[in-house]
């Protein structure tokens, strides 16, 4: 699909006009991390079934590729500078994911709104418009497991993942038998042989229970189409990612007393009744692990450092999800990234309160709160993502971010939560926001926490000093603000209010010129706004190294 590759060959990395483009400074934006697990309690079968996982995930990687651009072959091929190629490598494609989406390859026009998943030229007009006039098509056309192309002679048609992306699809099922082959725990073993059934179906929801099913796993596979964060155009589109994982046992029991406390939680809701009438999934799980390989959409730009699946709205209403902590990839952004921002823009007297210990926390409950709210409008207007379209990854993001805050602050109160502080919380919190307003108006996260930031400071919750150019929590104000801001986000959602959300977002969800003054200094200081991982090492079978070698 060369359409995107608009470029010619001889001005890849620089201006046609000569005006080098300056990729040393973006790649610097990245922080290079070895991705470090210990492997030492599993037995040399769990290795071999960890290097079957890496290698079904490596085929999900190629797989994103075509889903966020297309020929990506073409692409590279034509690339003679080694910086500007691992660039592109980082973005899947010649975009900034740091910098809205914005090309970094002279002569390559805007990314798509809708990625590869639908026509370049489709707007949303006449993709609407198509469907009142074909409404027989809808649920192919919105489904998340299909592409929009044009039909040869007008029209539009959906085309299955499965038809679409069959080769790959299959190796990557036979990576997962070999893999269940090799599984000695039952729930593991049923969970690889229902998923590479799945991929080669797109029904994935006998897989997803299976995976809810799951306790006794010492390794861990999420392999799949499974986020719509990539599709900007309607968020319909789900795309292709993998996370390898190894299980901390003795954490993750640490966390297992939380999950009984959820429906009490949902009960606690600062807002009205008939937007938290749902009733959580009892079979939900809080769990930590070390990451052995991203791929895919997992590791396009900024990097995830916990998930909440499924994202299947029935399943966790009646079932649950389970919440994976990422405790390597979080320890590295908070060394390289959350402590050096720290140190240059939380007043000096707050500094002490942003704790690991407190990022952990935050996370893990911005993950729990993924669960709790509403997940079906309560006007008959569907589900919140069909309802919020291409603004629901943002809007769900924030509620994540503040409505976990509010739990802390509530199991704090209760006595559920003794460890530390609730000042760690609010002061890690707002040292959080400056580090993922960073991540720019192309990422959910990025806008979601910029929301959040303006709110906060209209409230009195933060405040900057001017004299020092450092920002503080004013603690009084702190939960006021965390409960406003919930309510108002949960009442979008159970209203499946579209313009509001669009509102919201187009108005909050801009950086202010003092707010990026401050976040130029944090680049100046050579902050790294997120990291790369050097993954994978040994797990690679020799045909997968080689071709990503040759990526």
Known sequence: MRRFLIACAACLGAACGGERVDIGSRLAQYAVVPLEVNLDSLS????????????????????????????????????????????VEINYGPWDRLAGDEPFIEGVGPKPPGANFYPP????????????????????????????RRRSGGGL?????????????????????????LAREPGLKRYLELRAEALRTDDYKASDLAWLDMKDNSVDLIIGPIETYEDQ????????????????????QRLERYTALLPGLQRELPVAPQYKRERPGLESELGVYDAVFYAGHANAGPKAIAVNLPNDEEIQLTKGTRRLQIRN??????????????????????????????????????????????????????TVREALKEHASAVEEG???????????????????????????????????????????????????????????ERGAFARDSATGTYRVNPDRMSDAIRALSERLLVIQGDGNYEAAAKMLAEEGAIGPELQADLDRLSGAGIPVDVVFEQGRGLLRPQVREEFRSR
Do not use: C
């Open 44 to 87: 040399p079968r769990d290795r071999q079934l960890l290097a079957a996982l890496v290698s079904a995930a490596a085929q999900m990687d190629t797989l994103f590729w075509h889903q966020a651009y297309g020929n990506y072959q073409a692409l590279l091929a034509s690339i003679r500078d080694p910086d500007l190629r691992r660039y």
């Open 121 to 148: 030229d489709l707007t949303k007009e006449e993709f609407e418009s198509y469907l009142q006039e074909h409404p027989e098509q809808a649920d192919s056309l919105k489904s998340l497991y299909t592409l929009v």
């Open 157 to 181: 048609e959906a085309i299955p993942y499965h038809r679409a992306y069959q080769e790959r699809l299959l190796l990557a099922a036979a990576d997962l038998r070999m893999a269940a082959a």
């Open 233 to 252: 155009l309607f968020g319909y589109k789900a795309a292709y990612e993998a996370y390898v994982l190894v299980k901390d046992r003795t954490w993750t």
């Open 329 to 382: 990839a979080m320890r590295a952004k908070f060394e390289k990234i959350l402590l050096p921002i720290a140190d240059l823009l939380i007043a000096g007297d707050q500094r002490r309160h942003v704790t690991f210990d407190a990022f952990f926390t935050n996370t893990m409950f911005h993950e729990v709160a993924h669960g709790l709210g509403i997940k079906q409008t309560i006007n008959g207007r569907g």
């Open 399 to 457: 509620k994540a971010d503040v409505l976990g805050l509010f739990l802390v602050e509530r199991l704090k109160a209760q006595g559920e939560m003794v460890e530390g502080e609730l000042m760690d919380n609010y002061v890690t919190a707002l040292a959080s926001i400056l580090r993922s307003v960073r991540f720019g108006a192309s990422s959910a996260h990025g806008r979601a926490n910029m929301v959040r930031f303006n709110f906060f400071m």
